[in-house]
């Protein structure tokens, strides 16, 4: 038996239907819960990494911070690290060295398919160190990661921003995370 469709004189809905379908809308979205696969594509992997910077002032610096993937190639981070100028020869804390990176990597081999995966990365670099005003710099990244293990990623990093850089990196990951 084919069913009628009531259409009101004015073509509007009355104002009780309207207010009904928009709360139904908003408990929709409201109690809408990510899938496995979109949480693990959107949560933030910390990690951890002891640089030295060789420049006018050659420092050694231990950092800690974090990175999101966009995409399956594509990773944003950003980096906080603090060390010691070495060639000061002082004791007294008066040489501290610190600095704040935010970058992006491309992962040449985002599936994992290789042993040691390559990766290119460029940002920005602010650098500060103790009795000097805060420098900013472009950051230029080349890197390779390392086979999974144990729930982390290990990396070695060369990089220029700053002066030229060297890094060990450890990133939190699993096996088949970008």
Known sequence: MPRRIVVMRSGVPPASILRAGLWAAAAGVLAARPTPA???????????RVDVVVARATAVQGGAG???PLGTSFRLGAVAGVGAILDGGSTDGSRVSARVDVFGRLLVDPLKEWRWGPYVGGGASVRSDYGHRPRGYL?????????WMGGWIPAIELGLGGGTRIGVVLQRGGRGEP
Request: proline fraction near 9%.
């Open 139 to 147: 950051l230029a990244l080349l890197g390779v990661e390392g086979p």
């Open 66 to 68: 974090a990175s999101t």
């Open 38 to 48: 979109q949480q693990a594509a959107s949560r933030f992997a910390p990690e951890g």
